[in-house]
């Protein structure tokens, strides 16, 4: 027997449905008494869950159970790629910040990088063969960009790692520094050159966005960016007694990297790589 509070409560379920239907925001043809009563009947608690189970029928498994059949079906040596493709990709609806970059998904090009530095290290002794399989293993789970710089991160130095996920700024004075390679570069980038030379090559890397801001600081240094075919390039900063030279051709179609701050007694050269160039006799 229903008490008055629950006829309160599923008059008031009943009126909410029937306004989403009318509105359109419910899927028409369905009863919204019937409705108020599944729903009602699963706050009740698992006494009258909603729908009932039907005779014979087998409950899903538990996480514990999933896991193992899992690993029945992708144990070791199967392929990596069909373990990869069963994960959904991460959702990024109504996230509150974007991914950072050892967060991106990893590709299979990304992979081979560091398999190649992977099969260095066993040849010149540094893993041996233990460490060499239980590595690659990890590389073969690996899903994000993060996971895998981890694999390499005690055999090379920074800045000859084969991906290189951190979002730090580049800053050089009295000296030169470059940035290339595989590389993450996100959202919003600071470099600051004083007295230096500093590079940025984009042709490998992966941008976080498709609209990338270089914040920059240039005194009396030259900063250099190349970047591949298909990259817009705007250039908003101030020149005080310096130089602003953008040489990539214009794609209104491709992302767009803006490079602000201030250039003072410097240079600014944004660039494509050259095209090899054809011979003039051919056999």
Known sequence: MRTGADRRLRGQVTRALGRAVESGEFRAGIDPEAHADRLIAMMDGPRN?????????????????????????????????RRVDSFPPPSTRNSAR??????????????????????DALAD????????????QALYRARTLGELTALTADLLPPEAQP???DDGPVMAFFGSQERSGRWVVP????ATAICANVTLDLREALLQSGHVTLQVTVMAATLTLIVPEGVRIEMPASAIMGGKKNQVPPSPDGPVIEITGLVTLGSIVAK????PRRPWFRR
């Open 187 to 190: 959202t919003r980038f600071s």
């Open 125 to 136: 002794g540094r893993l041996d063969h233990g460490e060499h399989e239980e590595r690659l």
């Open 163 to 165: 991906l290189r996920t």
């Open 98 to 119: 974007p991914p950072r970059p050892g967060e991106l998904r990893a590709g299979d090009a990304d992979r081979d990088r560091v398999a190649a530095v992977l099969s």
């Open 272 to 275: 494509s790589p050259k095209r």
């Open 49 to 81: 869950q909603w729908p009932p189970a039907p005779t014979g029928s087998t409950r899903r498994p538990s996480s514990a159970a999933a896991s193992t059949t899992s690993s029945r079906r992708y144990g070791p040596g199967s392929d990596y790629r």
